[in-house]
């Protein structure tokens, strides 16, 4: 699989890379990562980074803003990082000659001519560690360090720096090889995690106020009028998702943002233990078994999932600690 990928990587001189709307670091890393390691290799190549220009995620790449192009047939499309093709963040992925999926997502739509999906991966950046050293073995391909730094930078993001349940033995031998690279991982790490002072009061009101259910349901709503008191985008709000995943007897948690905007409201939903897809599944939504998201048209919408979840957690029977 890998080697067919890098074989019609060879095939082509114009490569379109595309990843999931609203991305994070390991959409950016996996997208602008790849790019980095074909313009290493092949830098006659044209690599255009496709998706909206996204501000805070500059410490690790910029989009090309500049142009509106869209793949013709005889450019190579690779999407990164995106389980089904509404989340694209762009258009024309669809034009080019051939395209390429390289996921780990659980698969919710298949697309492609490729189709790389690997599951048991944390991150699209792992995967293309894999990638990576396949083709510095069999193509002799070079490694640069921003690629590295980017790969690193995905693993990271996805595990939430080697914490998350998706951590396994394979992906820290993936960022150990990349911390092989002359990068410099500490400040990367400081880059990601420094908060602005607007969010860190923000969490203040979050930890405050959030609520937790007798079953282990933890649930906050973000009105527009704090978003506003804050001067926070829909999107930034995401930044106080796990601020109380710490919480003793905390199973599964939810957010609801108002989304004025759109006149809905944005879920955000988190585990530690009962599967939450389903539920996002159910409400125009989906994502993986322990974080998905999913949208509410109304108030009464988000009773249902809260009455859901709640549900979930009551049924769910926690290990006992050790
Ligand atoms: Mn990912």
Redesign the pocket.
Known sequence: MKQQIIKAIEAYQVIYIYRHERP?P??IG?QAGLAALIKANYPEKQVVLMGEDDESMHFLARMNKDTDEKPSGDALVIVC?TANTERIDGEGSEDGGKRIKID??PEVESYGDISWVQTESS???EMLVGLALEGESVFKWQIPADAARLLYA?IVG?TGRFQFSNTTPETLRCAAEMLEYDFDAAELITRFYKSEEKLVRFRGEVLTNFTLTGNGLGYMYITNDMLERYRLTVNESSAVINSFSDTEGLKAWVFFVEDTENQNYRVRLRSKGPVINEVAQNHNGGGHPMASGAKAKDKKETEDILEELDMLCKSYKETPDK
């Open positions: 994070d390991d959409a996996s990082d780990h997502h991150s699209t950046c995905g996805d």
